[in-house]
């Protein structure tokens, strides 16, 4: 689903999104930037596959030298949000399954993805969310006619909860294993639902 589609989606849906440029035109890549503060921006790549992936990066004087290359392929800008904790919340039908991931901890905050396979690997633990948070990704799933989606959402210390993305066929096993919430039961049972309609 594309991630252009997506945060306007989220933010109909009644969720907080950052302000976010994706384009492959180094001048609106260069007065983002100017407007939010170099240091205050990340950056991702637009897609990506396991044989060709970027992790999520700050911006620094290093990359905004870089910003011509932008011509290449759009690339994804968007403001960096302080983190008390990420979220993963994986939906299978009308139920969610929210886990608090303390990328915080981690000696690459940015992207906990980098140590999912790594040893101890990355705190998780279920958590809740507000009822209006869960309200607003149910509308953006339904609005998408998604039944499945992997959200990433952050918490930020101040307690607010930022839509980032949400990858229809994202994994939930990995979260499933550390937090022991039965993801893969709710998916068998949704799956079997589907059959019986």
């Not at 030298?65 to 302080?82: H, K, T, Y």
Request: aromatic fraction near 8%.
């Amino acid at each position: 689903m594309m991630k252009t589609w997506q945060l306007p989606a989220a933010r109909a849906a009644g969720l907080e999104v950052p302000r976010t440029m994706v384009t492959s035109d180094p001048g609106q890549a260069r007065a983002f930037i100017d407007r939010i503060g170099l240091g205050n921006v990340i950056c991702k790549a637009f897609s990506a596959t396991q044989d060709n992936w970027r992790e999520t990066r700050m911006l620094g004087e290093a990359e905004y030298e870089l910003l011509d290359r932008v011509a290449v392929a759009p690339v994804i800008f968007q403001e960096f949000l302080p983190a008390e904790v990420d979220l993963r919340v994986t939906v299978v039908g009308e139920r969610l399954f929210a886990a608090a991931v303390h990328s915080q901890e981690l000696p690459y905050p940015l992207d906990f993805r980098l140590f999912l396979d790594r040893d101890p690997g990355v705190r998780m633990e279920p958590t809740e969310l507000p009822a209006e948070v869960e309200q607003g990704l149910l509308r953006l799933l339904k609005s998408a006619g998604l039944r499945y989606g992997a959200v990433d959402l952050r918490r930020t210390p101040d307690g607010r909860h930022v839509f980032l993305e949400v990858n229809p066929s994202g994994q939930w096993r990995f979260v499933e294993d550390v937090t022991g919430q039965p993801i893969t039961a709710a998916m068998a049972r949704l799956l079997t639902d589907l059959d019986a309609a």
